[in-house]
C-alpha cells in the first residue's frame, strides 16, 4: 500500500496547481489553489487509489499503463475528496473536523469549499480523459464508469437518500442498498478503473466488481462500528454523529457484535470473489483485510 499511495501523492501534487486559461486571472486564483492544496494535502489513507493499482496488478497490466493508473487513482481521489468536501458542508453533515482538520468550508469559507468540491470533480474527469497508454475507447470506458458512479444514480444519489433518510428507521435492505450507491460505487469504480487501464477480460472485471459490492458495504459496516467505539483523535473527524442525527446504521440494527459479524461475513464473501485470481491479487486481499480490521 505505501508505494501506491506515494504514487497517488506524487501525482495530487502535480494537478495540484492551477493554470488559468487566461494569464490576467492568475493571480486572481492564489486563494482558491491555496484551498485545493489543503484539501489535496490533508491525508487519508488513499484507499481507493490503492485499489485501482491492485486491481490492475491482479490482472497483469503492461508497463504502458503506468502512467493511465496514476490518473486513474489521482481521479479516483480527487473524486473522493470531493464528496467529502461537500458531505462536511452545512447543508449536508455539517462537520467541522475532517482528517484531523478543520473541513475546508471551516478553513476557507463555504463558497470556496464549494468551487473546490466542484474543480476537483472537474478535474478527475480530465485526468481520465488524458490517460495514456489507454485507447480511445478505454478512456472513455473510464470516463463513463467514474461518471455513472459518482453521479445520480450513485454517490449522488445515495447521499441524496442519506439525507432524506435522517431520522427515520431503515430496514437492513433499505440500508444497504443507500450504502451500496454512497460509499459501494466509488470502491466499485476504483477496481472497474484499474481493470479497464490493465486490459481485464470482462469476467475479470466482472469478478473485480463482485468483489467491490461486498468490499464496499464491508467498509461501511466498519464505518458505522468506528463512528460508536472511536472518537475525534483516532478518527480524525468527530465520532458518534449517526446517532445524534437519528440515523440508521448497521450498529443500530445489527447491535455491535452483529454488525461485526456482518464485516467479517462481508470479507469472506469478498475475498471468494477472488477465487479466480491468484496471488497477484494478494494486494487486493490484504487491502480488503485491512478496511474491515482498521481502527480508524
Request: proline residues 2%; charged residues 20%; negative net charge.
Amino acid at each position: 500500500m505505501s508505494h501506491s499511495r506515494e504514487r497517488c501523492e506524487a501525482r495530487l501534487q502535480a494537478v495540484g496547481g492551477i493554470a488559468a486559461q487566461d494569464a490576467r486571472a492568475a493571480a486572481a486564483l492564489g486563494g482558491l489553489e491555496a484551498a485545493v492544496r489543503y484539501a489535496l494535502e490533508a491525508g487519508g489513507k488513499r484507499i481507493r487509489p490503492c485499489l485501482v493499482y491492485a486491481a490492475a496488478q491482479a490482472i497483469g497490466h503492461a508497463a504502458d499503463a503506468d502512467a493511465a493508473l496514476d490518473n486513474a487513482a489521482c481521479a479516483m481521489e480527487l473524486m473522493h475528496t470531493y464528496s467529502l468536501i461537500h458531505d462536511d458542508l452545512p447543508a449536508m453533515d455539517d462537520d467541522a473536523l475532517r482528517r484531523g482538520r478543520p473541513t475546508l468550508h471551516k478553513a476557507f469559507d463555504e463558497a470556496t469549499a464549494i468551487l473546490v468540491g466542484d474543480g476537483l470533480q472537474a478535474l478527475a474527469f480530465e485526468l481520465l480523459a488524458d490517460a495514456q497508454g489507454v485507447s480511445a475507447k478505454g478512456r472513455v470506458a473510464m470516463v463513463r464508469v467514474l461518471a455513472r458512479a459518482s453521479g445520480l444514480g450513485g454517490m449522488v444519489g445515495g447521499q441524496f437518500v442519506d439525507i432524506a433518510a435522517t431520522g427515520s428507521t431503515l430496514t437492513l435492505p433499505e440500508l444497504q442498498g443507500l450504502h451500496a450507491l454512497k460509499t459501494g460505487a466509488l470502491i466499485r469504480a476504483a477496481l472497474s478503473l484499474g481493470a479497464i487501464a490493465a486490459g481485464a477480460a470482462d469476467d475479470e472485471r466482472s469478478a473485480l466488481e463482485t468483489f467491490g459490492q461486498h468490499l464496499g458495504l464491508a467498509f461501511q459496516v466498519v464505518d458505522d462500528i468506528l463512528d460508536v467505539e472511536g472518537n475525534a483523535a483516532t478518527l480524525g473527524k468527530t465520532g458518534g454523529k449517526d446517532a445524534l442525527a437519528g440515523k440508521t446504521t448497521y450498529v443500530s440494527l445489527l447491535g455491535l457484535a452483529g454488525a461485526r459479524a456482518a464485516a467479517d461475513a462481508l470479507l469472506t464473501e469478498g475475498l471468494e470473489a477472488l477465487g479466480r485470481f491468484g496471488r497477484q491479487a494478494d494486494p487486493l486481499r490484504e487491502l480488503a483485510r485491512f478496511i474491515v480490521q482498521r481502527e480508524a
